[in-house]
């Protein structure tokens, strides 16, 4: 088993501090010129409509969901524990200048997520009356790369849906049974009955449960984090200056004794920074797939989104925690710091709240958790559609393996398992951005039809593939009448 994890290791660093962050970053930047940052130009826009259709209490038709309901489904799958943990983790070991570039990889991030979801809505297909895409359906309809298509969708299964969840529950058991004392086995079956309740109710229980919870779960750690720092004002200018330093010049924090490299800082704020928002990685772009949008473009503007929250609100929010309530203490070495770096947020909150602040904090990553859960869950039901063709009993039978891995993985030991999703994201990613690149003219003449349609007030978008059963059947009944058709190749 050491040989294993050894080895295991060895391939998630070549993967997440070299290949991804060139690859990941290197999409972004691509993108982010290729559609001339939209980052700047779309995502105000996209704010004041998405509020706008709250505020209206948009609905949809069953088998789909409103663009805010595929929002919440992708940030609930975005905000987990790697937003409070794994960005503690990211300053402890890159110190406070890998927040800056933890930034920087969110923004280009914005371009990636937004050519994600475009392709997914263009290429979507539905099955058996429900809307599903995601990027081994742009991959096979759009690159007609069938075996590519496979690898993704059955790394999917495995990444999002089995030890997804196993390293996603053992972090809801943990927290709670230490923050509450009780016993893991009843954390256990608690959480197994409420995400069976979500899951039995099919994609319109999981978008009304990301829609309820996400806006409250997200609102609730950020207006925490907004306390602590005002309790800290007189910090808060330190800190931004320890970050802007620490960005380019690590060493010239805590006098040196950090022992942190510019390269450290850069590596560790960019690879946590892709993995807390998911920006490339494939995952996302299968609730903005299923999005009841007007046109791909918008679903695509309302996904930039999804980073901003993940990233620049939430993401800092846990830096500033940490640097402005003394969690964070630059005196002491990284190779230290890093030890303990699991409970530093745990520690900054119960610097602001006292006891309080280590509950408050369990129950914000109990949700975290949760809502993670139930959003790979919904990804990795679209590839299991894809691998077998849509079967209700097979999708069953995965809801089954789903709840099983949930309760092996509150009764394990993580650590091994945490690898194991390290290294099965990364490997999903590939094939993601391979499409993204080569797809990349599709991306843009998509923006260019949305902006032309704009102009005169019609922006009405014809899907291609969406309706590929409805045209199967007219087809198989046009042929029984002995009669010839090219409706569909």
Known sequence: MEGLRA????????????????????????????????????????????????????????????????????????????????????IAAGGPGAAFWMLISAFFGMATIFSEAVLAQKYRESKDGELVGGPAYYIKNGLK???????????????????????????????????????????????????????????????????????????????????IILFNLQSVLPALKSIFIGAFKPQAIGGGVLGITIQQ?????????????????????????????????????????????????????????????????PSIPAAEMTKSASIMTQNGFMAGFGTFGAMFLSICLSFFSLTTI????????????????????????????????????CLTEADFVWELVDLSTGILAIPNIIALFLLSKDVRSILDDYDKKALSGNIYWEYEYQNLDEKRSKRKSVLRKGLSTTIIK
């Open 145 to 227: 790369s069938k075996g590519l298509a496979m690898t993704f969708a059955v790394v999917g299964i495995f990444t999002m849906g089995i030890v997804g969840t196993m390293v996603q529950s053992n972090s809801v058991a943990t927290s709670v049974s230490t923050a509450f004392n009780v016993p893991i086995i009843a954390v256990t079956i608690g959480l197994a009955i409420v995400v069976a309740l979500i899951l039995m109710g099919g994609m319109g229980r999981i978008a009304s449960f990301a829609e309820t919870v996400v806006p409250i779960m997200a609102g609730a750690y950020i207006l925490g984090s907004l306390l």
């Open 374 to 409: 139930i959003g790979w869950y919904f990804f990795a039901e679209s590839n299991v559609k894809f691998v077998f063709n849509g079967k209700s009993t097979t999708i069953n039978i995965f809801k089954a393996i789903v709840l099983a891995s949930l309760v092996v993985g």
């Open 265 to 329: 800082t850069i590596r560790y704020g960019m690879a946590r920074g892709l993995f807390s928002n998911e920006a490339g990685i494939g995952s996302t772009p299968h609730s903005h797939a299923v999005a009841d949008a007007e046109h791909p473009a918008e679903q695509g503007f309302t996904a930039m989104i999804g980073v901003f929250i993940s990233t620049f609100l939430i993401c800092v929010s846990t830096v500033i925690v940490n640097i402005v309530s003394g969690s964070y203490d």
């Open 7 to 90: 080895v295991v290791g060895i391939i998630n660093t070549i993967l997440w501090d070299y290949l991804l962050i060139f690859g990941l970053v290197g999409i972004g930047v691509y993108m982010t010129i290729k559609l001339k940052f939209p980052q700047f130009t779309r995502l105000i826009p996209a704010l004041k409509k998405m509020v706008a259709g709250v505020a209206k209490k948009e609905k949809t038709e069953e088998g789909k969901m409103t663009p805010f309901q595929a929002l919440s489904t992708a940030i609930a799958a975005q905000v987990g524990t790697g937003n409070v943990v794994g960005v503690a983790t990211a």
